[in-house]
């Protein structure tokens, strides 16, 4: 069982069956795998109600309220110690549906269950959790990065000495937000949880306090209260993007948010673009340019020094119009070639008021373009030839308390039809549907869907830890 799943699978029983394709027998399967293959749907709020809904309806999930302190005397009025226990209500689309369908060939046909499960099913279901956690990591990441005081730490410069700290920060704001102290998270991506376990304080036993099973099982375990997770999907690119350098010639304090000197930027750089200047590393993108200078969107968080490097990420274009709503793959050209937008990285659309930042969850790269799916649909139209803006270097590792965010999943109708069986199945709010159907040249189709949406409950519950 999943160590992070918290109890077993509470699924309906059916009698046994030889026959190794019952659509109840994959769905029960499929459920059991995608608890084991994800990470994230672990460790937020899930709300799942057996109703039937389709992709692009919108559903409500609760925000539980807050109960305010209240005392007595014995002739205070009942009618003002009474506090509501209705919760605030909260929309969500259903705008992430989550597909896998395969052939079946008709020489395997006749294998076992437990052979089918082996070749088909269980890599497709990590895929599907895969694309789950991303979307949510993503989702989470743009809705809680907000300014520079709601995050902690500095892109691709999180290292054996400032991590501790940087944890601390991370606590500081989470405790000052009045988050719970129980049910918290820290996830991290490959590169951070490496230069936790270079940091003494996190690996040593008589400083960790848990005897040391966190090192000998090579995980972090607790952390300053944090339940400790290495999340392969959290966004993060370190290699491989297509930048351009520039020296920044002054230096500028911390929550400097003036036009910054640097040689040949008004020549070189596009209002859109990320430009992350040394020694603040942030998510920063240019705002105004002059013919020596640029300025950025936020004020810096951390001190620069004279001649720091502003490292400039190359903007890109779309090849199509794209509608509002549009959740497939956008295809992206005009990026130096084997330079094309990767996955885990950050892909924003826009500038002003109509810029919209996303999460690229997915890429597939055909040399002179790339297509690519983002964590969420598209919020407004991108036309032929708009920019597309990459992100930085580095990663965003999230601390996050579980009422942070909602993984909300409803049934799809089940199908019926010539040769068609299908089933919806759930359990601890995950819903998903199975559908098998036989072919005129004697294979079978199997789809397995997950349609969901992912809410924001709580933006003081989740802080940003950057590496």
Known sequence: MNPLYESPLQLACYDNDLDAFVPELWAHE?????????????????????????YGDVVHTRRPVE?????????????????????????????????????????????????????????????MARGVDRAVLGVAAHAFLGTPTKRAGRLAALDAANVYGTVVEVDKILNENKAPQDGRS?????????????????????????????LQTATLGQILGFDTYLAQNVNSVLTGADIASHTVTDPYAAEYAGAQSCTGAGAAMIVGEYVVVAGNDQPTFVTATATDSFTLNEPNKYATADNAIATRYKKCASTANYPVGYSEGIVLDGYTAGKAPQVGQLLAFGTGASRRAYTVIESEDAG????????????????????????????????????????????????????????????????????????????????????????????????????
């Open 30 to 54: 499929a459920l059991e795998l995608f608890f084991e293959n994800t990470v994230v749907a672990s460790l937020v709020y899930r709300d799942f109600e057996n109703i039937i809904q389709d």
């Open 67 to 127: 109960s305010k302190i209240r005392r007595r005397t014995d002739t205070t009025a009942a009618a003002t110690l009474n506090q509501a226990a209705s919760a605030t209500d909260v929309l969500v689309p259903l705008n992430q549906w989550f597909n896998q369908t395969f052939t079946i060939r008709p020489g395997e046909l006749s294998k076992s269950f437990a052979d089918l499960v082996q070749t088909y099913l269980q890599p497709r279901i990590k895929v």
């Open 186 to 214: 820290l996830l991290l991506a490959p590169s951070a949880k490496a230069q936790m376990l270079l940091c003494d304080k996190f690996v040593k036993a008589n400083e960790r306090g848990d005897g040391g099973n966190a």
């Open 368 to 467: 002179s373009t790339c297509t690519v799916l983002l964590d969420r649909p598209l919020e407004l139209a991108v036309a032929n030839d708009d920019s597309a803006f990459p992100g930085p270097y580095g990663s965003i590792n999230l601390a996050l308390h579980r009422n942070a965010l909602a993984l909300v999943t409803r049934p799809l109708a089940a199908q019926e039809g010539a040769g068609m069986m299908s089933t919806v199945m759930s359990a601890d709010g995950i819903g998903i549907r199975v559908a098998m159907q036989d072919k005129i040249n004697e294979v079978r189709v199997v789809a397995i869907d997950l349609l969901a949406g992912v809410a924001v409950l709580d933006t003081n519950l989740c802080v940003p830890l950057l590496g």
